[in-house]
């Protein structure tokens, strides 16, 4: 029975998109960035204060932003970081900018929320190295803090007010108007014509199955390599290269990561949770293989890669 | 308050207030508990709701019609608020006496949300990989078969394999609409002749066949997955355990709504029972009200009837007086006593005031006074009030304190009142009884010790006025005096001598008369009745009387033989004595200024068993409005110093009360007035204590 109505469904839906097919040029997968987010200004002060604050660390060496660093396109432009005894941490770091877009935040989706981000990177013991009622501590020792944590949270400095604020103000790093979101928009001339057939390159690549939705990623797992190994062909295995498979232990996650957002793609390189593509265009050429098994020609790559430059947005102007 | 009154006010405010706490919990109780019961409800069908959405969004991406993997996401924020929500509306059901039915649905519920979002999780990953090779199956076909063509002079192999690639790819499009073992297998067959080939291709067509094969694997490996997982998805039974919820829901809502209803008739059950507690106690109330009214009214109007009869019939006047508002209030007895309707009239002391005689006043102020100074005096007083006829009363008051100020003065005072005149008057009439007595008992004794004398001067001068004459003779023959000349002086004493003697004589007789008379007008020793010969007792009282009518009337007699009548003779004197002296004093008052007298007249006679005297004067008669009232004591028309007003009550007293008798008068204005004594002949015997004494 259920069966027979899914299949019922398929037909509808089926002749629903042969019907549809002339949807107008904004009808796309991917969906421009809300233009603002309205968040609690006095805890977006205080997130923003603690974003840059090294007190969260273990030793005051790093902060948030030393890994996330807001000119560097939320990134640091390393292949992995560096924790705050001078360790590299597992994995690049992913772009904090419109991370509060992303479905689950870190490579392998184990944090459904920022706040649960910020609490793991606190206490990862490479990463800050801290513990909580020490950075609670250390915190509200701060007669700023002490004061402006008590105007904006009723029980004031805590550990999750700590994480609220954070996060709060990631919630503000979001980079609206770049040219392919003023394209989608309407404004048919905000991007080239290159940049243009780039889009349509990456639809028709299939580039589009994963990079979608307001993000162009960052929605759901894939698998890395579903084409072909490529873990085997780059060699060298790590855990961290198990990806998902750490955080559920099922077989099907080996190798399962989540799909990055490749908004700001151009300014968040070296690519890949194991930063091992330098550029753009060998990020590109390492996608074709082992997600699409496909074979594109020089020129459809790099109108892609063009057409990824135009994803690149306008951080809202951070006071000093 | 007593122990026990208080006992018992305690009781029924603790009853008061177990009823109010009965009523106050049976109201809590008809009051929903489920009033946000419309609220979950809302809240599953909006939850049952996303679902379905999230599912048919599931079959979007799966078709292809939605292609942005963000419709998938969007939900699980939704609901992640959802189900916050939900436990906001059930924490208490979860800790309280929650249906463990209700608790493991919403586990049931939570889990197959995390269940289903890991489906979907995986459906999106796979079903992105397969969506993107079976759009890129026939592009991947194409290019093989454009690669074979393009290989210059293509054997038979190669035109098999394009055909075999062809094939492939139109089974795996069947597949993928449909996949079967079947056709998985013969998916299987043709891959496997396509690697059979492998190293006997040209480059170029070994490329794109690889490539080909990879995508069919793809769609081979990935179509199931993606089938499974719709229908693991579709298997989730989230909606179900929404219904469970619903049901749960429903059915606790359906116990509450009943448990209420109970409640609900329980309260009006009790509301009806106290009412009617309400309405009964009422009906006693009143009922017992009545029953007091009766019985006070009953007790009320028989003390007052009683004290009616009793003031009424004692003649006691009841009053009160204010002392310091003057209002005074007194029955209608005091009013009577007055000669006056009981009409209200007289609501102030200084309207009383102004009825006491004004020889009684000033005392009568003292005593009211000394009640307001607090002397302690009481108020007792003997005083006498003006009557509606001018006529006054004597009154006895006699008082108490009934308020008394914080210093102890009297404010007000209660007192009763007698009317006290036949006992002032007994008291007069017992003094000149006395008074007569001493009298009487003087003049006998008086006229005891003047008849001796008498006697011896009456035998003196019989003897004197023989030995004159025969003096007188014998000087006349004497020697010497024979043939004189007759002496004028002797001839003067011959003439004058026995004359006077012979007056001497007479007026001895008329004091001997006299002291007799007064002797049997007094009987100073009759205690007892005794019979009496009235024309003598009405004789010898004229004689005492004498003075009284001498000089403005003449008496005439007309007695007739009468047998004696048992009565008090002193009584009797007296009777008659003011009956003439009233007489006399009638024809003065009519002959004063003229030379003119008046008759009395006095008879006697027989009729029946009785004996009537009359005594009849031509005085003036007596006055129309007066006449009423001549037997009451103290009423006097004469002037003062000449009748005391106790005359003609004496008169009455004597013959109506001491002998039976009965006393009436005929009077013409102008011509005079009768009194007629009646006297029963056998008079029966009665003692009057009071005016024998």
């Given at each position: 029975m259920k069966r027979g109505c899914l299949k019922l469904l398929l037909l509808a839906f089926s002749l629903f998109t042969a019907a549809g097919s002339s949807a107008g040029p904004l009808m796309e997968p991917i969906k421009p960035l809300p233009l603002d987010s309205a968040q609690n200004p006095s805890r977006v002060s205080i997130g923003r204060h603690l974003f840059q604050d090294a007190r969260l660390s273990a030793n005051g060496r790093v902060s948030c932003a030393s890994c996330h660093d807001l000119a560097k396109g939320g990134a640091d432009g390393r292949v992995r970081s560096v924790g705050f005894n001078g360790q590299l941490t597992a994995m690049n770091a992913p772009s904090v900018l419109n991370a509060a877009l992303n479905f689950r935040q870190f490579w392998n989706g184990r944090a459904a929320s920022l706040e649960e981000q910020v609490d793991a990177v606190v206490q990862n013991p490479t990463e800050m190295g801290s513990k909580w009622t020490e950075v609670v501590t250390r915190i509200s020792s701060d007669p700023v803090y002490h004061r402006t944590f008590a105007a904006s949270y009723a029980d004031g400095v805590t550990r999750a007010n700590i994480e609220s604020a954070i996060a709060t103000f990631e919630r503000t790093l979001i980079t609206p108007n770049s040219p392919f979101d003023r394209y989608l928009r309407g404004d048919t001339n905000a991007i080239s014509a290159e940049q243009k057939a780039g889009y349509l390159k990456f639809k028709q690549y299939g580039c589009i199955a994963c990079h979608q939705g307001v993000n162009v990623g960052g929605n759901m797992f894939q698998k890395f390599g579903v084409m072909g190994d490529y873990f085997a062909n780059r060699g060298k295995p790590t855990d961290a290269d198990l990806g998902r498979y750490l955080v559920t232990r099922d077989e099907t996650d080996r190798h399962v990561f989540k799909v990055p957002s490749l908004r700001n793609v151009a300014l968040t390189a070296p690519y890949f949770h194991d930063g091992s593509a330098a550029t753009l265009g060998e990020a590109v050429d390492v996608m074709f293989k082992y997600q699409l098994g496909r074979f594109a020609s020089a020129e459809d790559k790099t109108v892609i890669v063009k057409f990824l430059n135009s994803l690149t947005g306008q951080l809202p102007p951070q006071p000093p | 308050m007593s122990i026990r009154s208080r006992l018992i006010w305690i009781a029924m405010a603790l009853v008061a207030l177990l009823l109010a706490s009965i009523l106050t919990l049976l109201y809590v109780r008809t009051q929903g508990h489920e009033s946000n019961y419309f609220e979950k409800v809302a809240l599953l069908r909006q939850l049952k709701q996303l679902d379905a959405r999230w599912e048919l969004d599931v079959l979007k991406s799966r078709t292809g019609v939605e292609t942005n993997y963000d419709f998938l996401v969007d939900p699980l924020v939704e609901f992640s608020q959802l189900q916050s929500e939900l436990g906001r509306l059930l924490p208490y059901r979860l800790n309280g006496t929650s249906s463990d039915a209700l608790v493991t649905a919403i586990r049931d519920f939570h889990r197959a949300i995390e269940n289903k979002t890991q489906l979907i999780e995986h459906f999106k990953s796979h079903n992105s990989v397969l969506h993107n090779s079976l759009a890129f199956l026939p592009t991947a076909a194409a290019d093989a078969q454009d690669a074979i063509t393009h290989v210059p002079g293509a054997n038979g192999a190669l035109k098999r394999l394009s055909a075999d690639v062809g094939a492939i790819l139109l089974v795996s499009m069947e597949f993928s609409q449909a996949p079967a073992d079947d056709k998985a297998a013969e998916i299987g067959a043709g891959l496997d002749r396509l690697s059979r080939m492998n190293g006997t291709m040209p480059v170029p067509v070994q490329q794109a066949a690889d490539i080909f094969a990879s995508h069919v694997r793809t769609v081979l490996r990935e179509q199931p997955v993606v089938d499974t997982l719709l229908s693991e998805i579709a298997a989730v039974p989230t909606g179900v355990s929404i219904d469970v919820l619903d049901n749960d829901l429903r059915g606790e809502q359906l116990a509450t709504e009943s448990q209420a209803q109970v409640y609900r008739r329980y309260l009006l059950l009790f509301a009806a029972a106290l009412v009617t507690l309400f309405l009964y106690a009422a009906l006693s109330l009143i009922r017992s009200r009545a029953v007091i009214n009766r019985i006070n009214r009953v007790a009320l109007a028989t003390s007052q009837k009683r004290l009616e009869i009793a003031t009424q019939g004692m003649h006691i006047g009841i009053w009160e007086s204010d002392l310091v508002t003057g209002d005074v209030w007194c029955n209608d007895e005091c009013y009577r006593m007055i000669g006056r309707e009981p009409d209200a009239t007289l609501k102030t002391m200084d309207a009383w005031m102004a009825l006491v005689h004004p020889d009684d006043k000033p005392n009568f102020e003292r005593i009211v006074a000394a009640q307001k100074g607090n002397?302690?005096?009481?108020?007792?007083?003997?005083?006498?009030?003006?009557?509606?006829?001018?006529?006054?009363?004597?009154?006895?008051?006699?008082?108490?304190?009934?308020?008394?100020?914080?210093?102890?003065?009297?404010?007000?005072?209660?007192?009763?009142?007698?009317?006290?005149?036949?006992?002032?008057?007994?008291?007069?009439?017992?003094?000149?009884?006395?008074?007569?007595?001493?009298?009487?008992?003087?003049?006998?004794?008086?006229?005891?010790?003047?008849?001796?004398?008498?006697?011896?001067?009456?035998?003196?001068?019989?003897?004197?006025?023989?030995?004159?004459?025969?003096?007188?003779?014998?000087?006349?023959?004497?020697?010497?005096?024979?043939?004189?000349?007759?002496?004028?002086?002797?001839?003067?004493?011959?003439?004058?001598?026995?004359?006077?003697?012979?007056?001497?004589?007479?007026?001895?007789?008329?004091?001997?008369?006299?002291?007799?008379?007064?002797?049997?007008?007094?009987?100073?020793?009759?205690?007892?009745?005794?019979?009496?010969?009235?024309?003598?007792?009405?004789?010898?009282?004229?004689?005492?009387?004498?003075?009284?009518?001498?000089?403005?009337?003449?008496?005439?007699?007309?007695?007739?033989?009468?047998?004696?009548?048992?009565?008090?003779?002193?009584?009797?004197?007296?009777?008659?004595?003011?009956?003439?002296?009233?007489?006399?004093?009638?024809?003065?008052?009519?002959?004063?200024?003229?030379?003119?007298?008046?008759?009395?007249?006095?008879?006697?006679?027989?009729?029946?068993?009785?004996?009537?005297?009359?005594?009849?004067?031509?005085?003036?008669?007596?006055?129309?409005?007066?006449?009423?009232?001549?037997?009451?004591?103290?009423?006097?028309?004469?002037?003062?110093?000449?009748?005391?007003?106790?005359?003609?009550?004496?008169?009455?007293?004597?013959?109506?009360?001491?002998?039976?008798?009965?006393?009436?008068?005929?009077?013409?204005?102008?011509?005079?007035?009768?009194?007629?004594?009646?006297?029963?002949?056998?008079?029966?015997?009665?003692?009057?204590?009071?005016?024998?004494?």
């Open positions: - | 002397s302690g005096e009481d108020f007792r007083i003997h005083y006498r009030l003006r009557c509606k006829d001018g006529s006054y009363r004597w009154v006895m008051s006699q008082a108490c304190a009934m308020d008394r100020s914080s210093d102890g003065v009297a404010t007000r005072i209660s007192g009763v009142r007698f009317d006290i005149t036949e006992l002032k008057e007994m008291e007069h009439q017992l003094a000149s009884a006395q008074r007569l007595e001493s009298i009487g008992q003087l003049a006998a004794g008086v006229a005891h010790e003047i008849n001796t004398p008498i006697q011896y001067v009456n035998d003196s001068i019989y003897f004197i006025r023989e030995a004159v004459q025969e003096l007188l003779a014998y000087v006349q023959q004497a020697p010497g005096r024979a043939g004189a000349a007759p002496n004028s002086e002797l001839t003067y004493l011959q003439d004058n001598l026995p004359p006077a003697l012979d007056r001497a004589i007479e007026g001895l007789g008329r004091v001997s008369e006299i002291v007799t008379s007064m002797k049997e007008f007094s009987h100073p020793d009759q205690r007892e009745m005794a019979p009496i010969d009235l024309n003598r007792a009405i004789q010898s009282t004229l004689i005492v009387a004498r003075n009284e009518y001498k000089y403005v009337a003449t008496v005439t007699l007309e007695l007739v033989e009468v047998p004696p009548v048992m009565c008090f003779g002193s009584q009797i004197n007296q009777v008659v004595l003011n009956l003439i002296v009233n007489a006399a004093h009638a024809i003065a008052d009519r002959v004063k200024g003229t030379e003119a007298t008046g008759v009395i007249t006095l008879k006697t006679y027989r009729e029946g068993n009785d004996v009537v005297l009359s005594v009849a004067d031509t005085g003036s008669g007596i006055p129309e409005s007066i006449r009423d009232r001549i037997f009451e004591p103290f009423f006097t028309t004469k002037e003062v110093g000449r009748g005391t007003g106790q005359g003609l009550t004496m008169v009455r007293n004597c013959v109506v009360k001491a002998h039976r008798g009965t006393v009436h008068f005929q009077t013409a204005t102008g011509l005079g007035t009768t009194f007629f004594v009646r006297l029963p002949i056998e008079s029966v015997a009665r003692v009057s204590t009071e005016l024998a004494a």
